[in-house]
């Protein structure tokens, strides 16, 4: 489960537990479910916007990429090209039987 994820979880319990105990009426308690209240709206606030932002860097990110490869067509196959090679050998590697490939 993701950071985000999990924040969002522990906001809906948090939710659900000022719903049930939204029937104590003392001075206290109201100051609790206020403080508590502002707490959770200002999670859910940040939240949403590390989100925003987390998109916006991808996005700009993604967008750079695109850019580069566009300007250096074939450096981008060369990193392609090494990147499936080492992959390509680990995958060997991991697959061989372990008798015959260290003898």
Not at 18 to 28: C, R, T, V
Not at 37 to 48: I, P
């Amino acid at each position: 489960m993701s950071d985000s994820a999990e924040l969002e979880h522990l906001t809906s319990q948090a939710e659900d537990l000022l719903a049930k105990l939204g029937n104590i009426h003392s001075p206290e308690a109201n100051a609790l479910r206020d403080r508590v209240n502002r707490a959770l709206e200002s999670t859910k606030s940040a939240l949403a916007t590390a989100s925003e932002s987390t998109a916006d860097a991808v996005k700009n990110a993604l967008v750079s990429a695109d850019d580069f490869v566009h300007e250096n067509p074939w450096i981008a196959v060369g990193v392609v090209a090494g990147i499936a090679g080492a992959v390509g050998f680990l995958a060997g590697i991991a697959t061989a039987p372990k008798s015959r490939f260290w003898r």
